[in-house]
């Protein structure tokens, strides 16, 4: 069973950064996909940044690129999302996703329904 625990999120100031992660647990192997989707009130949920092929590939919605970085820990079981120059349109509830890649293909940009597994989220307000 797949467990997924995000933490870091916080209230800054725009411009300022955050690091998020996402500690993983359930799983060993590497065919799993990871990445983060974002929900702002009001809004639908949107997929942000996606590291997958074994975290040889990822995507970064357009919104976010040149800001956000994704990578992942193999020996932590951690996926994070460096944030760097935030706005305030980035402020949003942030999940943690993943998926397995022999039974879910990649989609791009990410969909909801691709993700079996979510975690709570941590919420991150830009003011």
């Known amino acids: 069973h797949v467990q997924l625990v995000e933490s870091g999120g916080a209230s800054v100031q725009a411009g300022g950064s955050l690091r998020l992660s996402c500690a993983a647990s359930?799983?060993?192997?590497?065919?799993?996909?990871m990445g983060w989707f974002r929900q702002a009130p009001g809004k639908e949920r949107e997929g942000v940044a996606l590291i997958y092929n074994s975290g040889g590939s990822t995507y970064l919605v357009d919104s976010v690129k040149g800001r956000f970085t994704i990578s992942q820990d193999n020996a932590k079981n951690t996926l994070y999302l460096q944030m760097n120059s935030l706005k305030p349109e980035d402020t949003a509830m942030y999940f943690c996703?993943?998926?397995?890649?022999?039974?879910?293909?990649?989609?791009?940009?990410?969909?909801?329904?691709?993700?079996?597994?979510w975690g709570q989220g941590t919420q991150v307000t830009v003011s």
């Open positions: 359930g799983y060993t192997d590497s065919s799993y996909y």
């Open positions: 996703v993943a998926e397995d890649e022999r039974w879910r293909p990649v989609h791009l940009p990410p969909r909801e329904s691709d993700f079996a597994y």
